[in-house]
């Protein structure tokens, strides 16, 4: 497989047409137009949180750039990008010589990440719904019944992206860019499987984006109390074990 530019567009050659895995890494972009040369790292970075999320890449395994650049029908170039940018998030770890080493989250990681979680979501949640009117919630309802509709499907991938796209929606409603950052840094290192490699089950997504919708419910009707609870229950460890 590889990749070159013409008039600054990637074209495939070589294996893609035949590999039935080569087009997996663009994810919704079957029959669209070929995608530009500075979009195969974003590209290749969706398909990577999409394989930690879905467990395809298993917790403490070790992958190397060109295993993975063989896998998606890409070169290693991007894949070694991509994946410095998860070691950064704190989802794989480097190992010299080797590749990168999918990280295994322990009870205490999960624990802190929904400790700090807590620290700066709620507040912020708590802050907007004294200072934005009804409609400006409301404007975020799809987000919300996008999740809804993944989780009903027992999506997990789908579900971890609508999930990041409402809080990601919800935190730039601040107007504040680092906070927005670090709750979406946050949030992925949440999503990422633990150790044991345990998925979350249907009825676990289903309820954890229930409480997507009964917080955009409560912020409408201005009921401060009861988004603040749902707020801080909702990024708790002891209620999303996993």
Do not use: C, K
């Amino acid at each position: 497989m590889v990749l070159e530019t013409s008039g600054g567009t990637v074209r495939e050659q070589g294996t893609a047409e035949q590999d039935p895995h080569a087009r997996a890494w663009v994810p919704g972009q079957a029959g669209s137009a070929v995608p530009r040369r500075h979009s195969v790292r974003g590209q290749v970075l969706a398909a990577l949180r999409h394989a930690l999320v879905g467990g395809e890449l298993t917790p403490g395994e070790v992958y190397s750039a060109p295993g993975l650049a063989e896998r998606y029908g890409v070169s290693a170039t991007p894949v070694r990008e991509a994946m410095q940018q998860l070691a950064g998030e704190g989802a794989v770890e480097v190992v010299p010589n080797r590749g990168f080493r999918v990280a295994e989250r322990s009870s205490r990681d999960l624990a802190e990440l929904a400790e700090v979680r807590a620290m700066l979501e709620v507040p912020a949640v708590v802050r907007l719904a004294r200072a934005l009117p009804p409609e400006r919630f409301e404007a975020l309802r799809p987000l919300a019944e996008a999740g809804v509709a993944a989780a009903a499907r027992g999506d997990r991938v789908g579900y971890a992206e609508a999930d990041y796209s409402f809080h990601d929606a919800l935190m730039s409603l601040t107007g504040n860019r680092r906070l927005t950052e670090v709750t979406g840094d946050l949030l992925r290192r949440a999503q990422w499987p633990p150790a044991d490699g345990s998925r979350r089950r249907t009825a676990e997504l289903l309820a954890d984006a229930s409480e997507h919708t009964a917080l955009l419910d409560a912020l409408v009707a201005q009921e401060y109390a009861v988004a603040e609870r749902i707020a801080r229950e909702h990024v708790s460890v002891a209620r999303h074990p996993h």
